[in-house]
């Protein structure tokens, strides 16, 4: 296990890239294998979760070639329907592999899916669009099996915008006979890309980033070279960090009206902010006022993995901030580790209250998912003294070089082996 030892006080200078988006690269590699043609993905993060999707796709029988931050996929001899349990279990967005699985080969098996400890997060939603479009679908001991000779398209109503429901719907209904429409779909930046790479690929898809997305069945999709967009949360994650303690910040590689939600909050905080094609620009003296009320929502909405982040920096703000988690029930557990930094925070059900001290100091403290964790760093990076930040596999699933690229701002922060 490894943990980040920080000593807090830095201010935060300089220009930071960002890695391609990992909700974007995750499905991308799903979407592999609804070709026999070569598919090459660019500007591949190299994190935890993209490596375990990885692992899947060879186990498929996918052979996979690796040239620094790009991958070339071939599916021409895949051969399995079943997802290992092992793997299902470390990624929860291998259940996206049950709609381009389905559309490969007829059918799919899958144990239900794990990733963050963030919540219940069902499929339910995801289940019931595979059945519209005539999938029969067994759950037992745990498993997951799917079957279908034809898919065939249908009109999709999601009684929530899910994002990973509507890219598996997607995924399903690229190849299905007719017209499938999926209604109160998501509109994540992330399926404007799937869009995107799909119909590279000689999809017929229309619609993604609007509520009603409209998919035309194709016989065939060839193979394709693809960059992905950047990551937003990433970007964010360190525009918070540098609001939080202070200093100058260029992102490069996210553009403003991917993470509008938060640069607004940022703005009202008392950041000056300026924006040009995919580069975002922050200033900060560090010295936060508070805002009233942040709500996570589906995008365009403030989106719930800058919760935690946005929970660090509310901490040294001027005044009390309450945050409403609409997401996902149990993402507050970083609360408890910021308080052993002299937070002032109260939860209560998806509430928090959180009323900004002047000063935190050095703890040790343990990050239990991916996007508590940063905050806990961002925490530490502003707090008076040295913290720990014990057990880093979550932050692992999510940043690329996170403690080579907050070096390069000016932070000092280690990572050692426990
Ligand atoms: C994706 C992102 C994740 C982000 C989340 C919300 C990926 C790989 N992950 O996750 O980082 O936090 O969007 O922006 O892209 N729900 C159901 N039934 C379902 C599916 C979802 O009730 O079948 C509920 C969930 O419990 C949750 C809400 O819908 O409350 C949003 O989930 P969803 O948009 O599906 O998130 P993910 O696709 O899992």
């Known amino acids: 296990m490894d943990k980040y030892i920080i000593d ?3 201010k935060l200078y300089g220009i930071v890239e960002m890695q391609s988006a990992k909700n974007t690269v995750l499905p991308l590699l799903a979407a592999s294998v609804l070709t026999d043609e070569q598919v090459k993905i660019r500007g591949i993060p ?36 079943e997802i290992p349990p092992r793997l299902t279990r470390e990624l929860r967005s291998s259940v996206f592999m049950l709609g381009s699985v389905l559309t490969r080969f007829g059918r799919a098996r899958l144990s239900y899916p794990g990733g963050c400890d963030i919540g219940l997060r069902p499929i339910d939603l995801h289940l019931s669009g595979l059945r519209r ?51 109160n779909a998501a509109k994540e930046p992330e399926i404007i890309d799937l869009q995107n790479f799909l119909n590279a690929m000689g999809a017929k898809v229309r619609g993604a980033g609007g509520g009603t997305i409209v998919i035309e069945g194709v016989k065939r999709l060839r193979g394709v070279d693809y960059l992905p967009i950047g990551d937003r949360i990433e970007a964010g994650t360190y525009l918070i ?46 010295r936060l006022q508070s805002v009233p009320l942040v709500e996570t929502m589906p995008f365009p909405g403030f989106p719930t993995d800058l919760q935690a982040q946005y929970g660090a920096l509310c901490a040294t703000a001027k005044g009390t901030t309450l945050i409403v988690e609409n997401l996902f029930e149990t993402r507050y ?50 707090a008076e003294g040295q913290s720990e930040v014990i057990d880093l596999s979550h932050v692992d699933r999510g940043y690329a070089d996170f403690e080579y690229k907050l070096k390069k701002l000016g932070a000092k922060v280690r990572r050692v082996r426990i």
């Open 241 to 286: 960090a540098a609001a939080t303690c202070g200093g100058e910040i260029e992102t490069k590689g996210v553009r403003a009206e991917n993470i509008a939600a938060l640069l607004h909050k940022l703005r009202e905080n008392g950041c000056k902010i300026h924006t040009k094609n995919d580069r975002i620009i922050l200033k900060s003296d560090g």
């Open 333 to 382: 557990k970083y609360a408890a580790e910021l308080k052993r930094m002299g937070a002032d925070v109260t939860i209560r059900d998806r509430t928090a209250v959180i009323r900004g001290v002047e000063k935190l100091h050095g703890a040790k403290v343990v990050a239990g998912d991916l996007r508590g964790g940063a905050a806990l760093v961002i925490a530490a990076l502003r």
């Open 46 to 81: 190299t994190i935890v979760d993209v490596e375990n999707m990885f692992r899947i796709l060879s186990e498929l029988g996918c052979q996979i070639k690796r040239r620094k931050d790009c991958a070339i996929i071939d599916s021409s001899n895949a051969v399995s329907h």
């Open 133 to 183: 479009l005539g999938v029969e679908i067994i759950e037992e001991g745990g498993y997951i099996e799917c079957k279908v000779n034809h898919l065939i398209g249908a009109d999709i109503m999601l009684d929530f915008p899910s994002v990973g429901a509507t890219e598996n719907i997607i995924l399903a209904a690229v190849k299905a006979q007719g017209l499938t429409v999926i209604r």
């Open 8 to 10: 807090g006080g830095a």
